[in-house]
Nanobody
Framework: QVQLQASGGGPVQTGSFLRLSCAAS????????MAWFRQAPGKEREFVAA????????DYAASVKGRFTISRDTAKIAVYLQMNNLKPKDTAVYYC???????????????????WGQGTQVTVSS
């Protein structure tokens, strides 16, 4: 059994910042690829960012590159998302996800991850 618990969301204004956290528990692995996805009302879930097991390789969606930074704590099996210069279009529920065998070319695939948890709501007002 694997649990991924995301936290850190909330209501903010345009230009603000938030730091999301996701802690894993249960049958975890320090070798997981970990990622953040988001889903806005009425829209499909979309890729935000991903990071490999060592933290040395990251990928970002074009819409967040330069504003968001993903990082991880390998000892704690935790992943973070620093979100700067937030915009109303960033409003969504943010989910952290994890997978042990995903190759980099598949990191952005919504269906690529075996583990995900309850999301955390981020609401950016103009």
């Amino acid at each position: 059994q694997v649990q991924l618990q995301a936290s850190g969301g909330g209501p903010v204004q345009t230009g603000s910042f938030l730091r999301l956290s996701c802690a894993a528990s249960g049958r975890t692995s320090s070798r997981w690829v970990m990622a953040w996805f988001r889903q806005a009302p009425g829209k499909e879930r979309e890729f935000v960012a991903a990071i490999n097991w060592s933290g040395g390789t990251t990928d970002y969606a074009a819409s967040v590159k330069g504003r968001f930074t993903i990082s991880r704590d390998t000892a704690k099996i935790a992943v973070y998302l620093q979100m700067n210069n937030l915009k109303p279009k960033d409003t969504a529920v943010y989910y952290c996800e994890a997978e042990g065998t995903l190759i980099r070319s598949s990191w952005s695939m919504v269906t690529g991850y075996d583990y995900w948890g309850q999301g955390t709501q981020v609401t950016v007002s103009s």
